[in-house]
């Protein structure tokens, strides 16, 4: 099922069993789409729309530390539960083993050696990555590799 439909199926469930939070997020990501369809008069794909929730993902997980700042552990709650919400519609997330090959993998095919190469690096890298693994997090393993 083309991750447009599976959205708007999971929208009516939410509606129907009245979880407020699942509306919401799913109205938001689908507002996103939306947004994005009507800016650049196209219709995007699956792989396009994960490219947007990833980006809401990353927004969340950013706005989380704001929170904590201000000491609001009910909207630290809640994003939680929205970031868990839209982790469903992404691939499954690669572990910090799969990660830790692909960077091999890559410091090998690109002979990167120092943090001057971490642009090549990480090109070579986000690729295979896309919408699998955050690329704070891919970063961080890098680092622990190149110096």
């Known amino acids: 099922m083309p991750l447009k439909e599976k959205l708007m199926e999971d929208l009516k469930q939410s509606m129907k069993s009245k979880n407020k939070v699942k509306k919401d997020t799913v109205t938001m990501v ?9 800016d650049e008069r196209i219709e995007l794909s699956d792989p396009e729309i994960v490219d947007i929730i990833a980006k809401q ?13 201000g000491n609001r552990q009910d909207l630290i709650d809640l994003t939680n539960e929205e970031i868990k919400i839209l982790l469903e519609y992404l691939p ?10 692909i960077v091999k993998e890559a410091i090998e095919s690109t002979n990167a050696q120092s943090k001057k190469d ?21 970063n961080e393993i890098v680092a622990k590799y190149i110096k």
């Open 118 to 138: 971490m642009g090549k690096l990480m090109a070579f890298i986000m690729p295979k990555v896309k919408g699998k693994a955050d690329g704070k997090h891919v």
């Open 57 to 69: 993902i990353k927004q969340k997980k950013d706005s989380i530390t704001d929170f904590e700042k």
């Open 92 to 101: 499954p997330q690669l572990s910090d083993e799969a990660i830790d090959f």
């Open 30 to 38: 689908r507002a996103a789409i939306k947004q994005r369809e009507v």
